[in-house]
């Protein structure tokens, strides 16, 4: 009761012996704490005699909110913010895939822009060029199908038989064909197709696809012909510029420079209003003296090759370059591929008369079956006509060189000249191979 009636009477500070502080004579002061807080003092008296207090935020009371309100509220903006984040990277992934996704689609097509025509080749490299140059990447070790990796670490071709020079990246081989596009496709057959194809350089390539069960399936066997097909270097073969196996495509392929005039025959049965015109006598001349060049080299024992049978000589595998100088396609391909596979390709030849009368019985090609093939390809340039399998080329052949020699040509040809060449075709042509001709001694004649 007595503490009642002084709080009645007014609250005199001076009356509570715990308080201290500063400003108040009736007060101690207050002694320094040790944690660091300043001393502090009563508040003054409000005009009524109370005690003036601080107005505290609602916001700021830590007491102002229940503890289950709070957490929730925070719980909730947590939950919105990586709610967003996976939306947000989820959106991403799926741009990206989507962008990745168009890209591809827009590098296999090929518009009509494309043509084959010499107005709009300079600008069919640039553009390609260009692309390719873009995705360039690294050359990348060569992939083959599984159970089908001659080159890997510890087999036959690890010891340097291919040189690592002739390696293409697939990535580059895909970007130059524009990944196989049908357009780009020159010809196909049971065991291959070829694609024309523009490198990062610039260069226009063949790339010839060559499907793994098409090829011999020993290691050993397959690298001894390619790295033979490496070797062969003359101004009438067609080179190999360099090779590329896909594990995941089950194919090799080979890529050769591309030959802008085609093949040779494509300038045989020519018509009128034909796309290819009627070769003049001396580019004639020039291209059986070519063929007859490449033939010998490959016949011939180099330091650095051995003799070689071409086996498929046909003027389908004879190409002409940008100046008409022929070169023989796939040269040695035949070491590549399973003996089913080649005995295969005969049926043409044979069907066109290129297949020598004694393979019938031996079952063998020989240097002399290239020769036979040559004489039937010289027989086809002179008569400009495909099918010459009923022609019988002697004396009187050579006799009527006006009914021999290809009429487009209008008379315009030397007859020394047709007179040599029918003679080198029936010699060439002749029934016991050892009455033919080596491609040596033919080269002589040929020679003026």
């Known amino acids: 009761m007595l503490g009642l009636r002084r709080l009645n009477s007014g609250f005199q500070y001076m009356?509570?012996?715990?308080?201290?502080?500063?400003?108040?004579?009736?007060?101690?002061?207050?002694?320094?704490?040790?944690?660091?807080?300043?001393?502090?003092?009563?508040?003054?008296?409000?005009?009524?005699?109370?005690?003036?207090?601080?107005?505290?935020?609602?916001?700021?009371?830590p007491e102002?909110?229940?503890?289950?309100?709070?957490?929730?509220?925070?719980?909730?903006?947590?939950?919105?913010?990586?709610?967003?984040?996976?939306?947000?990277?989820?959106?991403?992934?799926?741009?990206?895939?989507?962008?990745?996704?168009?890209?591809?689609?827009?590098?296999?097509?090929?518009?009509?822009?494309?043509?084959?025509?010499?107005?709009?080749l300079s600008t069919d490299h640039f553009q390609q060029k260009e692309a390719c140059r873009r995705s360039a990447s690294p050359l990348i070790s060569v992939e083959y199908s599984n159970s089908w990796d001659p080159l890997s670490g510890g087999g036959v071709g690890s010891s340097g038989e291919v040189g690592d020079s002739f390696?293409?990246?697939?990535?580059?081989?895909?970007?130059?064909?524009?990944?196989?596009?049908?357009?780009?496709?020159?010809?196909?057959?049971?065991f291959a197709a070829t694609y024309k194809g523009i490198l990062r350089d610039g260069s226009v390539v063949a790339v010839k696809s060559l499907n793994k069960t098409s090829c011999k399936q020993e290691e050993s066997d397959f690298l001894r012909g390619l790295k033979m097909l490496t070797l062969l270097r003359h101004d009438n073969l067609v080179s190999l510029r360099g090779f590329c196996c896909s594990r995941g495509r089950g194919e090799c392929f080979l890529v050769y420079d591309f030959m802008v005039n085609g093949c040779l025959s494509q300038y045989l049965d020519v018509k009128d209003g034909s796309s290819h015109g009627v070769l003049d006598w001396t580019t004639i001349v020039s291209i059986v003296k070519g063929i007859a060049k490449g033939?010998?080299?490959?016949?011939?024992?180099?330091?650095?090759?051995?003799?070689?049978?071409?086996?498929?000589?046909?003027?389908?595998?004879?190409?002409?370059?940008?100046?008409?100088a022929p070169l023989l396609s796939v040269p040695g391909l035949h070491k590549l591929l399973a003996d089913d596979v080649v005995f295969s390709?005969?049926?043409?030849?044979?069907?066109?008369?290129?297949?020598?009368?004694?393979?019938?019985?031996?079952?063998?090609?020989?240097?002399?079956?290239?020769?036979?093939?040559?004489g039937i390809v010289v027989l086809q340039i002179i008569t400009g006509k495909r099918d010459v399998s009923q022609l019988k080329v002697g004396a009187a052949a050579v006799s009527d060189l006006d009914g021999l020699v290809d009429g487009n040509l209008n008379g315009v040809f030397s007859r020394?000249?047709?007179?040599?060449?029918?003679?080198?075709?029936?010699?060439c042509t002749s029934e016991a191979p050892s009455q033919r001709?080596?491609?040596?001694?033919?080269v002589q004649q040929l020679s003026p």
């Open 167 to 190: 390696r293409f990246n697939l990535e580059e081989v895909e970007c130059a064909t524009q990944y196989f596009s049908d357009v780009n496709l020159l010809g196909k057959s049971g």
């Open 345 to 374: 390709t005969l049926k043409a030849s044979a069907a066109m008369g290129y297949l020598a009368p004694e393979y019938a019985t031996t079952g063998r090609f020989t240097d002399k079956s290239d020769v036979f093939a040559f």
């Open 295 to 324: 033939i010998e080299y490959l016949h011939s024992k180099k330091s650095s090759k051995s003799p070689v049978v071409h086996q498929n000589i046909s003027a389908e595998k004879i190409l002409l370059d940008h100046n008409f």
């Open 437 to 442: 001709p080596t491609m040596e001694a033919v």
């Open 64 to 120: 102002s909110c229940s503890g289950s309100h709070c957490s929730k509220s925070t719980n909730g903006s947590e939950g919105v913010l990586i709610v967003a984040v996976v939306a947000v990277v989820i959106g991403a992934v799926f741009c990206g895939l989507f962008a990745f996704s168009w890209y591809r689609r827009q590098k296999q097509k090929i518009g009509s822009s494309l043509e084959v025509s010499d107005s709009r």
């Open 15 to 61: 009356n509570n012996k715990g308080l201290c502080g500063v400003g108040f004579s009736l007060l101690e002061l207050c002694p320094s704490s040790e944690d660091g807080l300043k001393p502090s003092k009563p508040e003054p008296f409000g005009p009524d005699g109370t005690v003036k207090t601080r107005e505290v935020p609602q916001s700021a009371n």
């Open 416 to 427: 020394t000249e047709v007179a040599r060449l029918a003679a080198v075709a029936a010699y």
